[in-house]
């Protein structure tokens, strides 16, 4: 049987390696998805359809169950892109660099729901398809943090970092913008063409590097 000394010992080390964890920046490989507000998430799938959580991610958000295809003006889709939810004000579509190679599209570098200029893209879902002048971006370099370690590292919402990754091959990223909120727990989002550069994937450790 464990003495008192023991068992306060083994209570310190397992609060001082859950801090560790809280405080440790991970890597989000973010595959292309979209976001849909009420009205078009009814224009595709049905007036008052709820979308099916697939899997709870942070901040709040989920992947849901539903996928769209994504159709450019050229014509050129890519089925099945996984809806995140909850409903937006707007909604959103967000691919890679590599995407728009098959889709012969040009969007432009942006923070999520920074719209204003956005390409344009079709969506198409069981029930019906819509067109959107402006909602596809290429989703800049993030890092959502909380407050308390935010605090730490003595920066705040829209601040932006250098980031430095050690893989098979070490690299480092300039400007990333850093996004504060209470819900966040502490994840850098980056998308599957950076983490393939860098062989980086979900889970990997950062060191944000602070100007």
Known sequence: MATLEELITNAVI???KKKD???VVKIGVSARHVHLSRKDLDALFGEGYELHKKKELMGGQFAAEECVTIVSPNLRSIENVRILGPLRKESQVEISRTDT???KNSPPVRPSGQLKGSAPMALVGPKGSIYLNECCIIANRHIHLPPALADKYGIKDNDLVDVEVQTGKPTRFYDVQVRVHESFTPEMHIDTDDANACALKTGDVI?????
């Open 14 to 16: 397992a609060t001082l």
């Open 21 to 23: 964890q809280e405080e």
């Open 101 to 103: 190679f098959k889709l």
């Open 207 to 211: 060191k944000i590097l602070t100007k």
